[in-house]
């Protein structure tokens, strides 16, 4: 089974930083692009930032570019996301997610992590 837990979140001040990881297993790891989401109360989930298998290419929502870096270490089966200068509107449960399109599917299976709670207040 498909499995990805993510660990790292808690409270933190404004203009602070934390670091997210996401540990994945039932992959290939080095096989798939990884992605980070957030979602806030009363508002839709959101692509944060995202990474791709070969080569190192990521990409960013406009709210988090230049404070957000998604990186990725095949070694260890791990995804991370460095928040730093965190703003109160970036509070959020984070999800790792994974997709996976199996053979003949129109539509990818979508796996999540459980979620971590990042809470930027004063």
């Known amino acids: 089974q498909v499995q990805l837990v993510e660990s790292g979140g808690g409270l933190v001040q404004p203009g602070g930083s934390l670091r997210l990881s996401c540990a994945a297993s039932g992959i290939t790891f080095s096989n798939y692009d990884m992605s980070w989401y957030r979602q806030a109360p009363g508002k839709e989930r959101e692509l944060v930032a995202s990474?791709?298998?070969?080569?190192?290419?990521?990409n960013y929502a406009d709210s988090v570019k230049g404070r957000f870096t998604i990186s990725r270490d095949n070694s260890k089966n791990t995804v991370y996301l460095q928040m730093n200068s965190l703003k109160p509107e970036d509070t959020a449960v984070y999800y790792c997610n994974v997709d996976r399109w199996p053979s003949g599917w129109s539509s990818p299976i979508r796996y999540w992590g459980q979620g971590t709670q990042v809470t930027v207040s004063s």
């Open positions: 990474i791709i298998s070969i080569g190192g290419s990521t």
